[in-house]
């Protein structure tokens, strides 16, 4: 069975995770302080990821809909070189579609990635080297609010 390099996937470690920074007005901070002081929460991330959690339960089937008509792979999605160089060779162009994270590996080169992705639109985070990243800037579909 041939394999296909846009669906290569590596193991996801479940401690994995990117950090982001929010903004809360003080009213809103004591009162998950005081819920925290209560033991309703272990602590203030227990209860900002409960409460992200919660929306998007809330929002699943719309979430699930949008990712389908968008025809975005959902979860980690990995490219290794050899993937790129595969692709390269048979003259293909990889559209790279990823809700979650889309990794391409450390050994990618910038003339590589260009060779083989014509396009790259990730909702969540991309990890590549920062080389490989600034070739596909141009290439990149960015939400107006993200930045990976």
Avoid: C, W
Wanted: glycine content about 4%.
């Amino acid at each position: 069975m041939k394999r296909n390099p846009a669906r290569t996937r590596t193991k996801l470690n479940p401690t994995d995770a990117e950090k982001i920074t929010i903004n809360l007005g003080f009213v809103d901070l004591g009162q998950i302080d005081l819920l925290v002081s209560e033991s309703f929460y272990h602590n203030r991330t227990d209860f900002i990821r409960t409460a992200i959690r919660n929306q998007l339960n809330a929002h699943a089937e719309s979430v699930k809909g949008l990712t389908a008509r968008k025809r975005l792979v959902l979860g980690l999605q990995h490219f290794s070189a050899d993937d790129l160089k595969a692709l390269k060779a048979s003259k293909q162009k990889l559209q790279i579609r990823v809700l979650g994270l889309a990794t391409i590996a450390d050994d990618v080169t910038p003339e590589l990635a260009l060779a083989a992705i014509e396009s790259l639109e990730v909702l969540g985070a991309l990890h590549a080297s920062p080389a490989v990243k600034a070739a596909l800037a141009n290439r990149r579909r960015r939400s107006p609010r993200t930045s990976t």
